[in-house]
């Protein structure tokens, strides 16, 4: 498992990136808020748990997740830009994300709340075990989603996308494993799983909400002339534009399941097979085979 080092080229690439399709294009811009911080957060929070590793194995997937999620997060953080370009400035927005996961799941827990030494980090740990659930259940997604290309969805960022769900679902066990590798014994490692995702699932769908209600309210092109709603958001769904209910909704018993492992989300050969046609990845890895070339030259 090794990070990619993609490249994007954002010039082509229009505001409304699913052609006339502002709410399904902005419910999946809701990624590009929230993993920048989100993704960046993940690392912080593995490096702090890197002396718990005893397992070489697990020592490995580890800095491979971790090298993975930093090139999402710097990735996702481009696009940001290439949307202020558009003038659709996403601050307002993001500050909140920031300070969610900086200071809300920083290193010390809010408020002075006295956590016993080292849970802290458990519950972190748990958190990101609960978040990668939903981000493999995505990759898959957006793997399989059609309705993307038969609407016309801009390559750049049709690649990006999968590009991202397959690595997503390349390393979809790592957090799970690093959470029941450090999070103890049960029955309070189970609990913990239990109780984070709880927290997790509703903050999600609040975030997105609120996130992809920011952006239609503050598109240029739009002009406030529309809002989100749900009616629209599940006409997309219908369009396979987006996610179902039932596909996001089902990833949460499953997680509760007392013998769940990710290792049964999503299809690898899916994700191995993007990534061999992927033009990003392809390029990244021609860049790699260049340099060692010319290391041997
Ligand atoms: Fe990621
Ligand atoms: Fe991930």
Request: glycine share 8%.
């Amino acid at each position: 498992m090794v990070p990619r080092r993609v490249s994007f080229d954002w010039r082509e690439t229009p505001l409304h990136w699913i052609p006339d399709e502002p709410t399904a294009t902005h419910v999946v811009n809701v990624l590009h808020l929230l993993l920048p911080a989100g993704e960046r957060w993940f690392v912080k929070v593995f490096k702090e748990g890197l002396p718990l590793v005893t397992d070489a194995r697990l020592l490995q997937d580890v800095k491979g997740f971790m090298g993975q999620e930093a090139t999402h997060s710097v990735q996702h953080s481009y696009v940001l830009n290439h949307l202020a370009e558009q003038r659709l400035d996403t601050d307002a927005y993001t500050r909140h994300v920031d300070f969610l996961f900086e200071r809300l799941l920083g290193e010390e827990p809010p408020w002075g709340i006295p956590f016993p030494a080292g849970k802290w980090l458990l519950y972190r740990l748990a958190f990101i075990a609960a978040i990668e659930q939903f981000t493999a259940v995505l990759g898959d997604w957006v793997l399989r989603a059609e309705g993307l290309d038969r609407a016309g969805a801009d390559e750049v960022m049709l690649d990006l996308l999968r590009w991202h769900g397959a690595e997503e679902i390349e390393h979809r066990a790592v957090a799970f494993d690093m959470y029941q590798h450090c999070g103890g014994s049960d029955p309070a490692r189970y609990a913990r799983r239990i109780v984070t995702m709880c927290v997790t699932a509703p903050v999600l769908l609040w975030l997105w909400a609120w996130g992809a209600a920011y952006l239609i309210r503050h598109d240029p092109q739009l002009a406030g002339r529309s809002r989100y709603s749900l009616r629209e958001h599940n006409r997309a769904v219908d369009k396979g534009l987006l996610p179902t209910w039932r596909e996001l909704g089902s990833a949460i018993p499953r997680y509760f399941r007392r013998s769940y492992h990710p290792s049964q989300e999503g299809s690898l050969r899916k994700a191995v097979d993007y990534l061999a046609t992927s033009p990003a990845a392809r390029a990244a890895a021609g860049a790699v085979g260049r340099a060692a070339l010319g290391r041997r030259g």
